[in-house]
């Protein structure tokens, strides 16, 4: 628990101690969100409060629910990869990328290795941009305004390689089954490589900046502690699982694209506490960048797509596939009935299940506390509802 | 952590499920099995606490609407120890879909059981609170369903002659 113990709380119990007959306390339910500053969209939590504690505290989901699923089943392939990158808008990219992988296996279509190296790239790039992010917004919540500052102003170089090569800052498109959807412009790399550079040079700075911090360490060490086994009941991923000391990281465990050929750790923490799952979220970070350098300075030639039919027609048959998202497994279960649309496409997302954990995590916790632990649990909304 | 190959896995799957699964087959690295509604409880518990699969991990619990040959929920499960996926199909029947709840063994199957109750109408018998998750109380209806109809998608096919499906004669709703 946090060693910050809340006004109104200390002062009941001292009434309590004193013995005093006339105090009459009840729990009381209170609203959170759905707009919150520290829900990132519409997230509402339901938390029923005895003084300042939670007793107990409940997610409520679906007011970003779009339907995805539904829509799936009225696409070709070709816009499903479009629309998946609506549904965790902080990382696109990577949304993309299983949803190509699952009819690329279907279809038995050949990427070239030019198209596999730049997918691992701007993956890990996009990876970054969504760690950016939540290490800048998780100090804000904390009340911290500076590293969002920092956070921003390195998200910028990055952002523009990204934008020269897609042409978009959020939604990139980029992905097609195949490949991609063309080769990257004149540029991109020494963009790219600059862009890794600075984040590289800044890395420190952040850790200094917040990990070393005794106001953040007081709101966050040893604050929502997720026990790993649960953690796995729950399928829980990402750097929250890893901030509870399990090393599960598609991109080792079960590799995708060519992520075997490069050199990298999977961070883990220790003791499972939102300081644990922020460290593990920085030090994800340095190694995303030792896989965009290794790949940018190995970078082969050749074409960005390959023999890809004019109709995408999806053998008959279903399929599991899933990669490591920057906020944990995303993964699809499509099935085909042999036309250009999917018969059924089901979005396993890493947010929903990260999120359905939280009751958890709040029993017991002080009010502060929750946005401690929110902050921590990296999600977004989109990700959870579709 | 002990890799362990898909083939190996499915071999060890179906020599402890042999009573209670069939259909055991490998598909892109993951073992698959059919499940009976009444066996599925036993299987999963199975599947979690054995010590040489130890499929802790809870990936995902959702359906299939096969129309006139009922409704498939599909359950993945992982085992973080051995690197190992195991996908089970049970089929529901058409006819009022029912089974039984698996939150007993895995209460992370809570949500993931009231997605799949509100989109496809599946009952699961003895979910401590099967309600909506994502859409409104008063809601009627299964949205994924394959006879619920796209509301857009009736006024106006989108996107108009562009739509692939149209070239080859006609598409689903």
Request: glycine share 10%; charged share 25%.
């Amino acid at each position: 628990m946090s060693t910050l113990i809340p006004t109104t709380d200390r002062w009941l119990r001292e009434a309590r101690l004193a013995g005093d007959a006339t105090l009459r306390t009840e729990e009381m339910v209170l609203n959170i969100g759905p707009q919150h500053p520290a829900t990132h969209g519409v997230l509402r939590v339901v938390v029923t409060l005895d003084g300042e504690k939670i007793v107990e505290g409940t997610p409520v989901v679906g007011y970003m629910h779009r339907g995805h699923e539904k829509l799936f089943e009225q696409r070709d392939f070709r816009q499903i990869t479009n629309l998946c990158s609506r549904m965790d808008w902080l990382s696109g990219l990577n949304n993309e990328i299983p949803a190509s992988i699952a009819v690329e296996r279907l279809m038995e279509l050949e990427v070239p290795r030019r198209a596999t190296y730049l997918r691992v790239i701007m993956a890990e790039i996009n990876r970054i941009l969504n760690h950016l992010m939540f290490t800048g917004s998780f100090g804000l919540e904390l009340g911290a305004t500076t590293p969002v500052m920092y956070a921003f102003r390195e998200r910028e170089l990055l952002q523009s390689a990204m934008e020269l090569a897609t042409g978009g800052r959020l939604h990139f498109g980029f992905i097609r089954p195949g490949g991609l959807k063309e080769d990257v412009p004149r540029g991109f790399v020494d963009l790219a490589l600059r862009g890794i550079r600075q984040l590289q040079k800044a890395i420190p700075d952040y850790e200094d900046l917040l990990m070393g911090n005794e106001i953040f360490k007081a709101r966050t060490v040893g604050v929502g502690v997720l026990d790993p086994d649960l953690a796995l009941e729950y399928g829980v991923s990402g750097p929250i699982l890893r901030g509870s000391g399990i090393p599960y990281d598609v991109r080792k465990a079960e590799p995708y694209l060519n992520y075997d050929e490069f050199d990298f750790n999977i961070p883990v923490g220790t003791n499972g506490d939102s300081f644990d799952r922020y460290w593990v979220l920085i030090q994800e970070m340095k190694e995303s960048a030792k896989i965009v350098e290794q790949a940018l300075l190995d970078l082969p030639a050749g074409s960005h797509i390959g023999q890809v039919p004019k109709r995408l027609t999806i053998p008959k048959g279903a399929i599991w596939a899933k990669a490591e998202n920057p906020l944990g497994e995303l993964g699809y279960y499509i099935v085909s009935d042999g036309e250009a649309k999917p018969y059924r496409m089901k979005a396993r997302t890493p947010s929903f299940n990260n999120i359905s954990v939280v009751p958890h995590m709040l029993r017991g916790a002080y009010v502060p506390d929750m946005v401690a632990i929110l902050g921590s649990m990296f999600f977004v909304v989109g990700d959870i509802d579709r | 952590m002990e890799r362990v190959g898909p083939e190996e896995f499915s071999r060890r799957v179906s020599s402890k499920l042999e009573d209670l699964a069939s259909g055991f087959e490998v598909q892109y690295g993951h073992v698959w099995a059919r499940v009976e509604p009444s066996r599925i409880v036993d299987v999963v518990r199975t599947l979690k606490t054995d010590p040489g699969l130890a499929c802790t991990y809870f990936t995902f619990l959702s359906g299939v609407d096969w129309q006139a040959q009922g409704f498939e929920v599909v359950i993945v499960l992982y085992s973080v120890t051995y690197g190992n996926t195991v996908g089970l199909k049970v089929p529901v029947p058409a006819e009022n879909p029912s089974m039984p709840t698996i939150t007993g063994i895995f209460r992370s199957a809570d949500w993931h059981e009231r997605e799949a109750s509100e989109m496809f109408g599946i009952n699961f018998e003895g979910h401590p609170n099967l309600v909506k998750l994502y859409l409104p109380e008063d809601f009627i209806g299964h949205p994924l369903r394959k006879d619920f109809r796209l509301a857009s998608r009736v006024f106006k096919p989108w996107p108009g002659a562009k739509d692939p499906s149209e070239a080859a004669g006609g598409g689903r709703a």
